[in-house]
């Protein structure tokens, strides 16, 4: 095999040096029935951008899955039992989705378990459950925090599991 | 609504102290026909870690799909047309996937037009179509740049899209 040399050190030093994002986040479409209602969980957003959301955040140290289980407790309260590891609903890292930066979200389908019960020092102000005919009425609307939660609620609703 | 302010003064100073990977990566599955032989694309790579590998490379600023398409490229000359620009094969991101760092990555399958010929400054020392019953061949042996490139083949394989 050649032997020609790496053009950096360490790949650490490659990757401090090259990577300017995309800055990862997961989200995560819950499938939940409590007190005879049945639908998807929304949030309703605590911090800026201010607005209707799926449960999610910044990805941590952690695998993506995992992310996405661990946010869906911090702010709905529900233990998600995520469908497919491996396989997410949908990536989406268009460069202007977030206002904020340049964030890429992987995102999960799963079956919460449980009650909602945000956590209060979490990003969810309130936790609800929509069914789909409620979804399909709020994706008309702008009242979403992060416009690509509707293309990731619509490409769910085309190919939801059930 | 609350006004609760947010912990920082800008998310880009959350992410500066808070986001450490994981860094992103792509990587491509090419469905390919030249000189009569038909299979997947699979690279020889000229740094470390060596070894056989699809190709692929780390996330620049542009959206995934496009950074898959953007190394095939570069990496075997091929013109890679993503089946599902928002869906891909797979997003594998356990913690000790790559021994270099926490890298995760989002996988897209692809037909390719054009024909092989990896540019020269590129990763790939060389890039080579392989049939199914040789790639199942080679899942056995233990010349993989990344062991969880044989994981990525193995979905594929089970559930490849003709």
Redesign the interface.
């Known amino acids: ?2 032997t ?1 040399k ?1 053009r950096y050190a ?3 030093d ?2 401090k040096e ?7 986040a997961t989200d995560i479409v819950i499938r939940h029935e409590e007190d005879h209602k049945k639908g998807i969980v929304l949030i309703e957003r ?3 951008p ?1 607005g209707l959301a799926l449960p999610g955040g ?2 941590e ?5 995992q992310n996405a289980v661990k946010e869906a407790k911090e702010e709905t309260g529900l233990e998600a039992m995520i469908d497919n590891k ?10 202007d989705q977030d206002p ?3 964030i ?1 979200t ?1 995102v999960y389908t799963a079956k919460g378990t449980g009650y909602l019960k945000p956590c209060k020092d979490e990003d969810a ?1 309130s936790a609800g459950i929509y069914t789909e005919d409620e979804l399909r009425g709020l994706l008309e609307k702008d009242i979403w925090a992060f416009p690509h939660h509707k293309k990731i609620l619509k ?1 769910y609703l085309e190919q939801k599991i059930n």
Do not use: Q, W
């Open positions: 095999m050649e020609k790496p360490t790949f650490k490659y990757l090259n990577y300017h994002g995309p800055y990862m605590k911090y800026p201010f910044m990805a140290n952690i695998p993506f899955y491996d396989k997410p609903l949908c990536v989406l890292s268009e460069l904020r930066e340049f890429a992987v102000k490409i």
